[in-house]
């Protein structure tokens, strides 16, 4: 391998590296060590159970939906939850990882070739980030952070880029639509990306409303306008592949975009404290459902008895 690919390859380690780094020096840990303190870990639990159980049927209704309109699979909604309970063990190394599990589920159970069961992932997560586009913009034109000073061409652009891209659906290019890859996308038409989308953004309204609610336990108020432009900023910051087991990259943004919001001293100590502790908490619990899905996942169907004659 030549070093220039080396070179891009330690890329993503390098920024994570970075971001770790600039949590660790612009931290003081002793303010974090007195903000998880003061919180009360047994109300946080009581946020993170029914969240992660929520997130969990959101997440496996997009997909569900996804699938279905993209590649024709009949699958049971009661499998994609299992499979996507179980793939929450891979997206505990990163996003990537968990929806290659989806990838190799529909490959292994269903037959669906590699590159058409990747393009079906490819929108659900396209569906994902056009809900995030859309909290953002939204918060963003409600004038939800003045401070961000961001230019009106940017929101027309925002607006209109939806609307291309199901204009593009609708043509049907032919050289995209030969690639196995981009096909599950056009075979979903206007109506199938219109419906992941909806699904995504039921499932980023868990997201923002339970890291709200949680936040909010450590004294960050965030107004609801703020909530649909930073928080969202922050989800996909953990999604990239420079996040060490998701960390690293979503504390430094959120010590960026969060501390404005804080009431009390330290207020970077405070986000990172909120951060990394719901962050934790949720980990472990994801890793328990992510256990309990797959053992169920697994589960042999019973065997039906046969009658015998004598």
Known sequence: MSPVRHAKKAIPYAVAAAAL????VTTNFSKVEDAWARVSWWKLLAIAVPYLLGLLVADAIALWVTVRVSLRVPL????????????WLLALVNYGAGQGGIVWFLHRRHG??????????????????LAVVGAVAGGLALQAVPEANVPAWLLWLVAIGFPVYLGIIAARPAFLTKSSLLEPLFAA???G???????????LAVLIAAHALAYR???IDIPFRACLVVLPVIFLAGALPISVAGYGAPQATASLLLARYVHGPDATGTVVAASIGFQTLTTILMAL?????????????????????T
Not at 21 to 24: D, L, S, T
Not at 121 to 126: D, E, F, H, I, K
């Open 21 to 24: 780094i600039w949590v660790g």
């Open 76 to 87: 049971r909604f009661v499998d994609v939850l299992l499979v996507r309970g179980a793939s």
């Open 112 to 129: 669906v070739p590699i590159a058409r069961a990747t393009g079906a992932v490819l929108l659900a997560t396209g569906g994902f980030l």
């Open 189 to 191: 038409g206007i109506t």
């Open 193 to 203: 990306t219109i419906l992941a989308t909806v699904t995504r953004a039921l499932h």
């Open 217 to 219: 336990q450590f004294g």
């Open 289 to 309: 459902i992510g256990m309990i899905a797959l053992r169920w996942e697994v589960e042999p169907a019973p065997e039906t008895p046969t009658e015998t004659t």
